[in-house]
């Protein structure tokens, strides 16, 4: 199985400050037949269903806010909030659809400093 | 609005059956598969296996083969999600979500629904 391991754990950021998140896959996670990367990125806020916010690892999903951004290739990603708000606290994870069982990311809790 | 709709939260002792369900709507029931993700205390996300409304297509996690089994109500735009005899550590919370398969690659599930949560206790 593809093991998804994410950093850090948990982070605090000032309001209005970079937040970034990393992700990395034990093989490589490209698709060779369409060059994109088969990684998902997912917010999940407490008491609720996570939420999708960005697929094969850059694309938004329609209504997620453009703060949000993934980034990376290979085995290599990155979730970015570029200027964090307080509706920004949750866990997010990452999950890789490129083999069988999709696996998800240990979770990374973002808070406010 | 695509919409997906669980039952709600169970309790149950060790050894019960249950079965739980996963009611869609805002869009063609059959054309995507229903995943179901599950999500003990203060843990991660856990991949159960897929079911195609549209056709007899099931894949199962390696982890969960054997343990609890898929099944859809077309007629009423329904997954379930059941099991024959429940253990403690079945004590979780459980989310169906919506997605694509194609030659065994499940893709990314765009629409969840609220959870169930299942509590197994003597």
């Known amino acids: 199985d593809v093991v998804m391991t994410q950093s850090p754990d948990s982070l605090a950021v000032s309001l209005g400050e970079r937040a970034t998140i990393n992700c990395k896959s034990s093989?490589?996670?490209?698709?060779?037949?369409?060059?994109?990367?088969?990684l998902a990125w997912y917010q999940q806020k407490p008491g609720q269903p996570p939420k999708l916010l960005i697929y094969?690892?850059?694309t938004r999903e329609s209504g997620v806010p453009d703060r949000f951004s993934g980034s990376g290739s290979g085995t290599d990603f990155t979730l970015t909030i570029s200027s964090l708000q307080a509706q920004d606290v949750a866990v997010y994870y990452c999950?890789?659809?490129?083999?069988?069982?999709?696996?998800f990311g240990q979770g990374t809790k973002v808070e406010i400093k | 609005e695509v919409q997906l709709v669980q039952s709600g939260a169970e309790v149950k002792e060790p050894g019960e059956s249950l079965k739980i369900s996963c009611k869609g709507s805002?869009?063609?029931?059959?054309?995507?598969?229903i995943a179901w993700v599950r999500q003990m205390a203060g843990k991660g996300l856990e991949w159960m296996g897929v079911?195609?409304?549209?056709?007899?297509?099931?894949k199962y996690s390696p982890s969960f083969q054997g343990q609890v089994t898929f099944s859809v109500d077309r007629s009423t735009s329904t997954a379930y999600l059941q099991w024959s005899s429940l253990k403690v550590s079945d004590t979780a919370v459980y989310f169906c979500?919506?997605?694509?398969?194609?030659?065994?690659?499940?893709?990314?599930?765009?629409?969840w629904g609220q959870g169930t949560l299942v509590t197994v206790s003597s």
């Open positions: 999950q890789q659809y490129h083999d069988f069982p999709p696996g």
């Open positions: 979500a919506r997605t694509s398969m194609v030659r065994d690659i499940v893709y990314w599930f765009d629409a």
């Open positions: 094969w690892a850059s």
């Open positions: 805002g869009y063609k029931f059959t054309s995507y598969y």
């Open positions: 093989q490589s996670v490209l698709n060779n037949s369409n060059n994109k990367n088969s």
């Open positions: 079911i195609y409304p549209g056709g007899s297509d099931i």
